[in-house]
């Protein structure tokens, strides 16, 4: 079954901030376009940057797929908003799917698998979450991803989504026909998330809504996003992920230091990548005659934290805890 393959520019995400740093050819005699030198002012002015994630579990099944659409519509009491324009309210992910012929792909699929024992099973939907920081209207966020989905997908890959503000970040959820109405199959790799970050903070300024999309080490943050099923057991406060390096930690800081990591040297070389770029891009912006533009860079490099692993992240907020005082109850008034 054939591929589809983005239109994305090299693959290279517009701010490729590294490349300077390491002497790449060409790069520390050009010039930047009109759309980098405007990425560059979003990042150091720090405008809120856009995330989109690909939730990797239960995609395969069908009946997991429907299961998976029952759950982000609340059940049905949230509507759920098609490709075709529609809001369905009271509808179930297994019609839905059944709309979308993905039982047939479910049958096809299942045939394949057995005449090739031991593949992976395709996936028969994607599920792709757009998130924007708390304080955004959701309406806003809800618009951009129609009108993203619409450009990119229409005609293409049925898809249906639903707006959830039931968390401090509004945030979108999509569901997408993995096979496309021209039987072809829809693979998602990084370049193609950082092309759909992209866009959709386009769209997101577009109806005027600050937004921008850098990678995170261009700004200075090395914390992973924890894998779903962690980031919302540790929203309970019952992650063992967690747990395992609050314990890990806390026992170091008993030590009296933390043990090296083995990705910290890497995390310290991809900074100072990131630091050489960022001093070549100053030079270039100063060029360029943008004074102020290259001041603000250079304050947003000073500024940037250092590098740090997920434990030592750990141990700092540990350490935080304790240097806090607790606070003590003010005793009541005497009566007079």
């Known amino acids: 079954m054939p591929k589809r393959v983005f239109r994305m520019p090299g ?53 997991a797929a429907g299961q998976h659409l029952d759950y982000i519509t609340r059940y049905g009491k949230l509507a759920l908003e098609t490709d075709d324009g529609d809001r369905l309210e009271d509808e179930n992910g297994k019609a839905v799917l059944e709309e979308w012929d993905v ?34 209207p ?3 966020v809800l618009g951009a991803v129609r009108n993203f989905a619409r450009e990119e997908f229409w ?19 999509l569901v997408l026909k993995a096979v496309s ?19 959709f903070a386009r769209h997101l300024r577009e109806i005027g809504v600050p937004a921008n999309a850098t990678d ?27 747990r395992a390096q609050v314990e890990a ?7 009296g230091r933390l043990r090296p990591e083995l990705g910290k040297a890497q995390l310290v070389d991809t900074r100072r990548d990131i630091e050489r770029g960022w001093h070549t891009a100053i030079g270039l912006l100063r060029n360029q005659g943008q004074p102020e533009l290259a001041a603000l860079a250079a304050r947003f490099v000073d500024e940037m934290p250092p590098p740090a692993t997920e434990k030592e992240l750990v141990a ?21």
């Not at 109850?329 to 005497?334: G, K």
Request: glycine share 6%; net charge positive; proline share 7%.
């Open 138 to 140: 959701p309406e806003k």
């Open 11 to 63: 693959g290279a995400p517009l701010l490729d901030i590294a490349s300077h740093g390491r002497g790449g050819p060409g790069e520390s005699g050009g010039l930047f376009t009109r759309d980098q030198i405007e990425q560059i002012r979003r990042t150091v002015q720090r405008v809120p940057e856009v995330m989109v994630k690909v939730l990797p579990r239960a995609s395969s099944d069908f009946k």
């Open 155 to 173: 005609g293409h890959h049925r898809y249906a989504f639903v707006l959830h503000t039931d968390e401090d970040h509004p945030h979108v959820h």
């Open 181 to 199: 109405e021209q039987s072809v199959r829809l693979n998602i790799k990084k370049t193609t998330l950082r092309y759909w970050r992209s866009e």
């Open 216 to 242: 995170r080490a261009v700004r200075g943050q090395y914390r992973k996003a924890k894998k779903d099923d962690i980031y919302r057991a540790t929203r309970r406060g019952d992650s063992t992920h967690l």
């Open 103 to 136: 039982d047939i792909d479910d049958v096809r699929r299942q045939a394949s698998l057995t005449a090739t024992k031991g593949r992976k099973p395709p996936k028969l939907i994607h599920k792709v979450v757009f998130s924007m920081p708390a304080g955004t």
């Open 249 to 255: 930690a806390a026992s170091e800081l008993r030590e």
């Open 316 to 336: 700092r907020a540990l350490l935080d805890q304790l240097r806090v005082p607790t606070l003590r109850r003010a005793p009541p008034p005497r009566s007079l």
